[in-house]
């Protein structure tokens, strides 16, 4: 068998360790959140609403004031006239992202060894800095000067799959290949001073967290299958992220569950993310939010048990941006989850992205 016909080699997730912060900012956010609204109706609306969201709690690198406050009391990092620039913001995201990377990776144990790395792939869409994070992570972890890095930024809620997907596509071209993956996002960096609802229910969901992984071709975890990426027509504005002077404002629509639910429900999208047209049986999905989660249980038609890590998750830690969809796997892994499976999440465009994976 020549070159030409070689069947590429299979990739594998060996390992996958998840990191938070230590300060738990949820309930404080709702105390800070609900006086913002004027209407005493909608204030009761927003209480009821948090209370149903699906999350217990939400954990920030911001720390907490001297007296053991959140970021939002008096001393705390949002205690500025105006809230703070995105400057200082950008400057906290270079402190901190880098620490809860290594963290994450930390959590490896043996399954990561620093002289095997070939490829770094990071994920993070909730800062910039350059040299960027995946340079100073490399440097920080001492890894080989030839290692080749791709970091994948902006991208959103997906972006830890399309981590994965570079990841499968790099051991695929390279057989020996060791890629360390890692996600990490710092989503409490960018509170802004909405006094409506709808913005207010969107920070409500978001949390700082990160995950580490190795991707080879060596045979353990989780066998990693094909990509899916589908985005969906004229729906490009229910999810925005928006630089501006105060941080990074997500515009996210209450609309996003029904589009989902419709769109789901297609048959040609259905075909388009499963293949045969029917979900696996083991379904890692994003928790973007307990409305997203029940929006894509209804659109499936699958059993109420079946988004359960996902739902812990979004309980536990609430929604960290690209890092979420790892955490979920994290999960399945842990628990030694069996059989054939898709980690899909959405995010900006309205877009999915998805890989198939066999625990085995």
Partial sequence: MNAMTMKPPTAWLNALSTATPDHDIHKAFIDWAAPRLADERVRAIFARMAGRSGIDHRW????????????????????????????????????????????????????????????????????????????????????????????????????????????????????????????????????????????????????????????????????????????????????????????????????VPGRLRAALGEPGVQVQLFGDGAPPPLLAVHAGGRSVLDAVEAALHVPADALADSRAVLGAWGNMSSATILFVLARMMARQAKGEGIAIAFGPGLAAEAIRFTAS
């Fill in 60 to 255: 920030s690198v911001l720390p907490p004031t001297a007296g053991g406050g959140s970021p939002v009391a008096p001393g705390g990092f949002y205690d500025v006239p105006g809230l703070p620039p995105t400057s200082a913001r950008m400057a906290a995201y270079a402190k901190h992202a880098p620490e809860l990377a290594l963290t994450a990776i930390a959590g490896l144990g043996d399954a990561f060894e620093l002289a095997r790395v070939t490829h770094l792939v990071v994920a993070s869409c909730t800062g910039f800095v350059a040299p960027g994070i995946d340079q100073i992570v490399a440097r920080r972890l001492g890894l080989a000067a030839t290692v080749e890095r791709v970091l994948i930024g902006f991208m959103g809620c997906y972006a830890g799959v399309t981590a994965l997907r570079s990841a499968r596509h790099i051991v695929r071209s390279e057989p020996d290949a060791v890629v360390l993956v890692v996600s990490v996002e710092l989503s409490t960096l960018h509170l802004s001073l909405a006094d409506q609802p709808e913005p207010l229910l969107a920070m409500l969901q978001f949390s700082d967290g990160a995950a580490a992984g190795i991707v080879s071709s060596e045979a353990e975890g989780l066998q990693l299958g094909e990509g899916r990426s589908l985005a969906l027509e004229d729906s490009a504005e229910l999810i925005r992220w928006d630089i501006g002077d105060k941080g990074f404002a997500m515009q996210l629509s209450g609309e």
